[in-house]
């Protein structure tokens, strides 16, 4: 737990080492298009504030709300446990609202300075401007993350009493999900009903480039980047790379084993000194390929991470090996997910081509050729996962003796901790996405030259693919921690009802019990189609907020006919007003669903006077809402990106290029994907794990009593 810490304060320390050196770089003005471009970077940096400044506050209200009715029942009862698991989830909340906020305003601020890097000093210098920017986010989750989890445990003398530490490390849990669920969901509305919106009168209906000033909604497009592939991004994470490590501890604190408790702790604190190690071959990768750097740098993460943990697992604690290679298999699940995604969305790769050949006979085949390739996406990695917690549970049991199955989910559970334990990395490489984006769009807006222009759309290219590697990496782990949660809801189901876990799990999975049948089928009836509720009301969102800034952009044009003959200033501000009014009303019914549904669920407990009936309908919801999240949201990730890079394929020159009826029809496709692929894709893995972590952590109390 100790190297947690300084492994921890190692990362913040790394982090605030690189914001300092961002900020020295100075911003160039000494031209007319750097002053052009300085200028929309403002706008850009203020309205991204206005944004996050105004969701947070939703967000934090609502945590502090929560957070303090456990504070004052713990109080009014006496129980201390409920009174710290209420200031460790305002902790969690707080922490991941941190990650958010810095590493997305840091992302804001090297935009600009890495145009302008690139102007002067050429596309090396400026890729590794720009990983180092979205470095800030990655090593944020690693480095806060290890802090909360490590302090908290040591904090609350976890060796001593381990199910009660574990139990208020669930909470901690739980706040940076509330926090990560709103803030996935609010973002992904903004940053896609802009984009939509932008590119539906832009590029299709008056014909001009994307990122041309003209457009009333490019402003608020370039802000989307940021809050919803950054900020957003980040908080996803988070919370994913936490729940990572907490969900084994709470299992093995059933076990009361203090070398399995801390392994999670132990084999993540490795992974991110030597993520933080290898993020530097950014700067001294031989290729000179945006892409094949950042794919490389991941690449040497993942097999430094394995190797320098095998090393220390197998000369310090060699009876927890079992322990590593469960944890190696997380790692080479999560490879195969990121892999799978890098060769359905690369438009090197031949399923990005068949989509832009499709789009040749109009966008109805664009859609359909998309769609099959989408679904084929989600094979390689759902087969990947399922063998891996296969695998982790027939390795991991041996790990004790007398307690086999405990050991067994325990090591399941302990495969997403070794998945996540490279996320500084890949968020690093994910939050890079954004800030390249913001490059291409200040290029295209200033006036720079085709050089630049061209320069800049290469590593805006790398950056897309490095964004859906992102997507399927968090999808991917998210399937692998909410069922790490979903053996941590059983664990704590066991504690609290004085039964043993082989008990618990036959009554909530309906195990020899044919009287609860009933209520685990129709549980995996509702998880299943509360995944698709949820997706529907996010579509929804974006459709309606992306048509009202469709009204306003066209109103423009009308009335303000000089804009697009550059005589006229088109107002930035309405439309940034109009798509931020949308996004903060329309987050928080679908985080309410999620949040709420395992609790009026579990009032069937109290009801019936029994709470196994709970327990089986609740074990069915967690399951359905697993199955059929990674579906959907591999899928629609994938999907969404596919259909991205066919028409960057097409703009780039190949099927007749820019302006043709097939680019037209991939154009179409890339407005339906948008929302798929960064709204309602990357909201799903937050709500599956909340469902699974309030779960955890909220329905015992109600099933058992405070």
């Not at 690693?142 to 669930?170: M, V």
């Not at 664009?366 to 990695?381: C, E, H, N, Q, V």
């Not at 009826?661 to 929302?675: L, M, N, Y």
């Amino acid at each position: 737990m100790v190297l947690g810490v300084v492994s921890g304060v190692l990362g913040v320390i790394y982090v605030i080492t690189v914001i300092l050196s961002i900020l020295r770089t100075k911003i160039d003005t000494s031209t007319d298009e750097a002053k052009r471009a300085y200028q929309i970077h403002e706008y850009i940096r203020s309205a991204a504030l206005a944004y996050i400044r105004a969701q947070y506050t939703i967000i934090l209200s609502i945590i502090s709300i929560i957070a303090a009715i456990l504070m004052i029942l713990g109080a009014v009862l006496g129980n201390s446990t409920v009174l710290y698991m209420g200031l460790a989830y305002l902790l969690g909340g707080l922490s991941s609202a941190t990650v958010s906020i810095v590493g997305m305003y840091t992302a804001v601020l090297t935009n600009i300075r890495v145009l302008n890097a690139l102007n002067k000093k050429g596309l090396r210098s400026a890729l590794t401007l720009a990983f180092r920017g979205g470095s800030v986010t990655g090593f944020l989750v690693g480095g806060i993350g290890l802090l909360g989890t490590a302090g908290l445990f040591i904090a609350f003398n976890g060796f001593s009493d381990p199910a009660r530490a574990t139990t208020i490390l669930l909470s901690y849990a739980f706040g940076a999900s509330t926090a990560a669920l709103f803030a996935r969901v609010g973002g992904g509305i903004y940053t896609k009903a802009a984009d939509i919106g932008a590119d539906l009168v832009g590029k299709v209906e008056v014909g001009i480039p994307e990122d041309d000033p003209r457009n009333p909604g490019v402003i608020a497009d370039n802000v989307g980047d940021n809050v919803g592939d950054c900020a957003g991004m980040g908080a996803d994470l988070f919370e994913s790379y936490v729940e990572g490590m907490i969900a084994p501890m709470v299992i093995a604190a059933m076990i009361n084993n203090a070398t399995l408790i801390a392994y999670p702790v132990l084999f993540s604190a490795v992974a991110l000194l030597t993520t933080l190690i290898t993020s530097q071959f950014v700067a001294v990768s031989p290729s000179e390929h945006p892409g094949r750097t950042l794919t490389l740098t991941s690449t040497l993460a993942i097999l430094l991470t394995a190797a320098v943990n095998a090393g220390i697992t197998a000369l310090s604690i060699p009876t927890a090996m079992p322990a590593l290679i469960v944890s190696i298999l997380g790692l080479v699940a999560g490879a195969v997910v990121g892999f799978t995604s890098d060769y359905f969305t690369s438009p090197q790769y031949t399923p990005v081509k068949i989509v832009a050949r499709s789009s040749q006979f109009g966008p109805a085949l664009t859609i359909l050729s998309g769609l099959s390739m989408g679904f084929y996406s989600t094979f390689a990695p759902s087969i990947a996962i399922a063998l891996a917690t296969i695998g982790a549970y027939i390795v991991g049991s041996s790990l004790s003796a007398s307690e086999p199955l405990l050991a067994g989910i325990y090591s399941a559970a302990l495969a997403g901790t070794g998945m996540l334990s490279v996320s500084p990395v890949i968020v690093s490489a994910d939050a890079y996405g954004p800030i390249v984006d913001n490059v291409a769009g200040l290029a295209e807006q200033a006036g720079y030259g085709e050089e630049i222009r061209s320069k800049a759309d290469l590593l805006d290219s790398a950056g897309n693919t490095m964004k859906s590697i992102s997507k399927g990496y968090a999808i991917g782990s998210a399937a692998l921690t909410a069922l790490a949660l979903l053996f941590s809801f059983a664990s704590v189901l066991a504690m609290r009802s004085g039964m043993k876990v082989e008990e618990v799990m036959q009554t909530i999975f309906n195990a020899g019990n044919p009287n609860l049948a009933p209520y685990f089928i129709g549980g995996i009836i509702i998880g299943v189609v509360m995944v698709a509720l949820f997706v529907a009301m996010i579509i929804q969102a974006v459709t309606a907020a992306a048509g009202r800034l469709v009204d306003e952009i066209r109103r423009q044009f009308k009335e303000k006919p000089g804009i697009l003959e550059w005589k006229e200033r088109p107002d930035y501000e309405r439309a940034v007003q109009i798509v931020t009014y949308y996004a903060l009303r329309r987050l928080i019914a679908p985080g309410l669903l999620a949040l709420l549904t395992p609790i009026v669920l579990a009032l069937i407990g109290p009801l019936s006077g029994d709470w196994r009936p709970a327990g089986a309908l609740l074990g069915g919801v967690l399951l359905g809402s697993i199955a059929s999240g990674l579906l959907l949201g591999l899928f629609q990730g994938n999907v969404g990106n596919t259909w991205d890079n066919a028409k960057k394929y097409v703009e780039a020159g190949n099927l007749g290029g820019k302006g043709t009826e097939t680019h037209k029809a991939t154009v179409v496709g890339d407005t339906v994907g948008d929302p798929l692929k960064d709204a309602a894709g990357p909201a799903i893995n937050i709500m599956i794990k909340v469902m699974a972590v309030s779960s955890s952590v909220i329905v015992p109390l109600i099933l058992f009593g405070v």
